[in-house]
């Protein structure tokens, strides 16, 4: 028992740099005790599984600090600095920077009412049997001059990170990353960070420095959608107050 | 053996007269009919080559459709019947009182003849138009052969040339027309009548106001509102980006970012800071090409409309009226029309080399026939029915009034553009990393202006020249800065924009487009309003209380509804010409579409009924509003 979970230990993490907390461990090697014939590559499969779809802050351990943000990540007085990591940090917000909120309320809008736009023709989303060319977010009036046709967000995207110890850091997509989009990264979601350049307190993510693992918490990504609408609302509203 | 009797009919008097005066040379007898000053019958001698031989010619016109579609008298008084029941009342074809003597007319002519050659307007409605006079033509002769004339210009060559080559009538087209006309009786009537009697005695502003419903009008309506709203809703937002500037060789060089601006102050800020950290640019990119600027593709009719009503300050009802015009007197080819590439048979030298007397475009014709001549672009539209619009003969300008004026210059210069050479230019182009961030700036030289001196309305000029640049080379910028904006709303809807829309979401056809805009105009739904002033002023649509209302109310009445769209969307009405074009193809009947498309729109029409209050509301609410305001 011990050598199972000591293994699967050693495999989490040099397979996917996720070091697992032991307490955890022993209650997912408790569930599915019943299971104990399973093949060590099969549990490895069904732990990870299981990792992106938990909290960090329960399944990872805080212990090596390397594997963690500093406590200070946020200090914008630090001109730039550098985390050779690994750093395995769930999303808890994603924003597109690229597109106007007015512009990324008016697309929720279009898709609450079952269209979508192609170009200059207004297409029905919903009953429609050919669901070929669905666009989100594809706004060419109101984003301003310049901003990409269609085709998921524009980005750059502004993320949210939290590690396992519960440290919350800003990062910024400086080059575009495959995967992180609005709409396909679910909230909860899990990246690795390796040495990777954090300015002013952003952490500045490219392709190098992020392993996109994917998952996503369920409980939290709902209500990040139901909500979005709403926070966008009032970010203009605050937007329209500070500027009276 | 007497020679054989052949009746003609035309669409119109002006082009009866017009295939009269071509199919005789000159020498025609005209005989006025009894009961309408308009139509008058043309008698010649005309040889249609075998089987027809030299013939006997009869040619009149009709003045546009004979026939009408109505509902029987007991359902015709507004309070007759409950407007639900006109969706299955019967309808019957009538002949209109002024058009009955025209009727008689052809009924009668048919009655000495052996055949008779249709030359109506080659499109959906002159097929069907053909059909209506066929019929009649039958109550006089029942035995009488029906052929049709195919043409697309009243040039004499071309008209000659369709005597000789008759074709059939297309009854599918004729069937899709029917069709179509059944649909916009008895949904425009059940919905007109229910809106009418439903709404008028909420407010004073609309006693005795019809409030009527189109299945076109409607959306046309929607788009203008959904643009007025996003105006209206709209919040402006702040951005900020980087500007780099670079003086070389005297010339200062602005490169724009490639992130164009983000909507984040701080990541700007880091961003910008990390650019003046790296010190130096490097240059990634240096591209010198020869670019051209594309002549425009040959002429259709919904770019007609939109191109002029932008450079000719006429709007698309007008452009259509003086184009009818100019192809009515044998100018111009026929206006309505979706093919966007000409026919490899179409001798275009000859057109452009009739255009010489011109003092304005003449020399540069002159110009084309001497080398300067290429084949014209083909677009990827043909409605295998009409070329593109074209000039058919030089008019002196004196001969035509302001409007047709415009419209002549315009489809002229645009055929010559046609059939002239691209613009030739050279350009340059820089890229810069700087920092984590890219630049880039463009230069333009323009060599050649070849179709631009034509065609007036392409503007394509030189900008500032770019120092030299290597590849590789590094640098560091003269100047790197931050500069913020802020995002505006969209401007109200034009009237070229409102084309697009209609034209792009399948509302209406190229030949009925500008009469949707006429009417949502006519029933107060839109007002048309001036913005900018001198040569940047445009007209934009405005929804009046009344247009925002309707929307709004109908919008509520489906919203929860997943199966039922507003009809102030195009969806429905989409579906229903693409089932028109399913008819013409031989895919589906008359009778499975009309059906099928009633249906649909019943469905619509019963929940209208039951949720008629969020109609009423909304009209309540905008015309207190009006009221207190």
Request: with cysteine; aromatic share 8%; proline share 4%.
């Amino acid at each position: 028992m011990a050598s199972t979970s000591a293994q699967l230990t050693t495999h989490l993490q040099t397979k996917y740099s996720l070091p697992v907390s032991p307490t955890w461990l022993n209650a997912f090697l408790a569930s599915t005790q019943q299971h104990r014939t399973v093949p060590l590559s099969a549990l490895t499969q069904t732990a990870h599984f299981r990792l992106l779809a938990s909290d960090f802050r329960d399944s990872l351990t805080t212990e090596t600090s390397s594997s963690l943000l500093p406590a200070d990540i946020f200090d914008p007085t630090v001109q730039e600095r550098r985390l050779q990591g690994p750093i395995p940090v769930q999303v808890l917000d994603i924003d597109d920077i690229g597109t106007s909120l007015w512009s990324q309320v008016e697309a929720i809008e279009r898709v609450e009412r079952g269209e979508a736009v192609r170009g200059r023709e207004i297409v029905r989303t919903v009953n429609v049997d050919d669901s070929e060319g669905v666009t989100r977010g594809a706004s060419t009036t109101t984003t301003n001059a310049g901003a990409h046709e269609s085709g998921g967000s524009n980005g750059p995207h502004r993320l949210i990170l939290q590690d396992a110890r519960g440290t919350r850091a800003v990062a910024i997509e400086l080059k575009s990353v495959g995967g992180i989009a609005l709409g396909s990264m679910a909230i909860g979601a899990k990246l690795v960070l390796r040495d990777v350049t954090v300015a002013r307190g952003m952490v500045l993510l490219t392709p190098e420095c992020v392993t996109l693992l994917g998952g996503k918490v369920e409980a939290l990504d709902l209500a990040w959608r139901e909500g979005r609408k709403q926070r966008l609302l009032d970010r203009l509203g605050e937007m329209e107050r500070g500027q009276e | 053996m007497s020679p054989t009797k052949i009746l003609c009919v035309a669409e119109k008097p002006a082009i009866a007269k017009a295939v009269a005066q071509h199919l005789s040379g000159g020498s025609v007898r005209t005989i006025p009919i009894r009961g309408n000053p308009y139509v008058k019958n043309y008698v010649f001698d005309f040889n249609f080559g075998a089987p027809w031989g030299n013939c006997a010619v009869t040619m009149t016109s009709v003045l546009g459709h004979l026939t009408k579609l109505e509902f029987e008298k007991q359902y015709r008084g507004w309070q007759s019947c409950l407007p639900e029941s006109l969706f299955e009342a019967p309808v019957f074809e009538l002949v209109e009182d002024d058009k009955k003597a025209i009727a008689k007319n052809i009924q009668e002519q048919a009655r000495y003849c052996q055949a008779l050659f249709i030359w109506t307007d080659c499109d959906r409605e002159g097929e069907h138009i053909g059909t209506e006079i066929r019929k009649h033509a039958k109550k006089g002769n029942a035995r009488i052969v029906v052929k049709r004339a195919k043409f697309s210009n009243t040039e004499r060559a071309h008209i000659l040339n369709a005597a000789r080559a008759l074709i059939e009538l297309d009854d599918l087209q004729a069937n899709a027309v029917a069709a179509r006309t059944e649909l916009d009786l008895r949904i425009g009537a059940a919905f007109t009548r229910l809106l009418s009697i439903q709404l008028q005695p909420l407010t004073e502003a609309l006693a005795n106001k019809v409030i009527s419903y189109g299945s076109c009008q409607f959306p046309t309506l929607g788009f203008v509102v959904d643009r007025y709203l996003r105006v209206k809703n709209f919040k402006p937002e702040k951005f900020w980006g980087i500007k780099v500037m670079h003086t070389r060789e005297d010339i200062k060089v602005n490169f724009l970012w490639k992130r164009v601006h983000l909507f984040d102050r701080a990541v700007v800020t880091v961003m910008l800071e990390r650019c003046l950290m790296a010190k130096n640019a490097k240059v990634t990119k240096v591209n010198q090409k020869p670019t051209s600027k594309w002549r425009p593709l040959p002429l259709t009719t919904v770019d007609l409309q939109m191109m002029g009503s932008r450079y000719l300050r006429m709007d698309s009802q007008a452009i259509m009226k003086a184009a009818e015009s100019l192809y009515t007197k044998g100018f111009t080819s026929y206006p309505r029309t979706e093919t966007d590439q000409f026919d490899k048979g179409i001798d275009l030298k000859k057109l452009i080399e009739k255009q010489f007397p011109d003092n304005n475009w003449g020399q540069y014709a002159r110009g084309l026939l001497d080398g300067g001549f290429r084949t014209p672009r083909a677009g990827r539209h043909n409605d295998h029915a009409h070329p593109p619009i074209h000039p058919i003969c030089w008019v002196a300008p004196t001969a035509l009034n302001a409007d047709e004026k415009k419209v002549y210059e315009f489809i002229t210069r645009r055929f010559l553009a046609c059939c002239s050479e691209d613009a030739k230019g050279h350009s340059s182009e820089v890229e810069i990393e700087y920092g984590d961030e890219l630049f880039h700036a463009k230069g333009l030289t323009v060599l050649e202006r070849n179709y631009l001196d034509v065609y007036v309305y392409d503007k394509w000029e030189s900008s500032q020249q770019l120092p030299n640049f290597r590849v590789g080379e590094l640098f560091e910028p003269t100047e790197a800065k931050i500069f913020d904006g802020q995002t505006t709303a969209p401007n109200y809807l034009t009237e070229p924009e409102l084309i697009g829309l209609m034209d792009a979401n399948g509302i209406g056809t190229d030949a009925t487009m500008a009469e949707h805009i006429a009417k949502i105009k006519d029933r107060e739904y839109v007002v048309v309003h001036t913005r900018g002033s001198g040569r940047n002023a445009a007209k934009v649509f405005i929804p009046t209380w009344l247009g925002i209302a309707l929307v709004e109310g109908y919008d509520n009445i489906v919203s929860g509804l997943p199966d039922s769209p507003s009809l102030s969307k195009p969806f429905l009405r989409k579906e229903m010409e693409s089932r028109m074009r399913d008819i013409c193809a031989g895919a589906m009947t008359r009778h499975d579409v009309v059906h099928e498309s009633l249906d649909k729109y019943h469905e619509v029409f019963i929940h209208t009924v039951r949720r008629i209050n969020m109609l009423k509301d909304a009209i309540r609410k905008y015309s207190s509003q009006i009221g207190a305001s």
